[in-house]
């Protein structure tokens, strides 16, 4: 999947609450381990870097993101952490230019 198709992706499942739009609490950086990205769904391996974000409430953890070192990128800045939430419009002119 390339990265414009990755980007829209990461909008719309940030659109459906499918993604937190909101940093985690804690962020940990390794090697993969054989568990898929929750980005883009494919095996993180041993030799890829690997991110795991911890969403904590109550002192509890919530839940925790896989992602490529890339993946996570794209999620930064598509999430609030990156920048201000999107307009709706610019979502679906994104979606729009994908299909080519
Ligand atoms: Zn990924």
Do not use: N
């Not at 992602?67 to 990128?73: K, L, R, S």
Request: proline share 5%; glycine share 8%.
């Amino acid at each position: 999947m390339d990265e414009q198709s990755l980007r829209v992706r990461v909008r719309q499942c940030i659109v459906a609450s499918r993604l937190p739009c909101a940093p985690g609490q804690k962020t940990y950086a390794g090697f993969g381990d054989g568990r898929c990205c929750d980005i883009c769904a494919s095996e993180i391996g041993p030799r890829d870097v690997q991110y795991e974000v911890d969403f904590v409430a109550d002192g509890v953890r919530t839940r925790t993101l896989i992602m490529h070192f890339a993946c996570h990128t794209l999620w930064h800045e598509e999430s609030q952490c990156g920048r201000p939430q999107h307009r709706p419009d610019e979502y679906i002119a994104l979606a729009g230019a994908d299909r080519d």
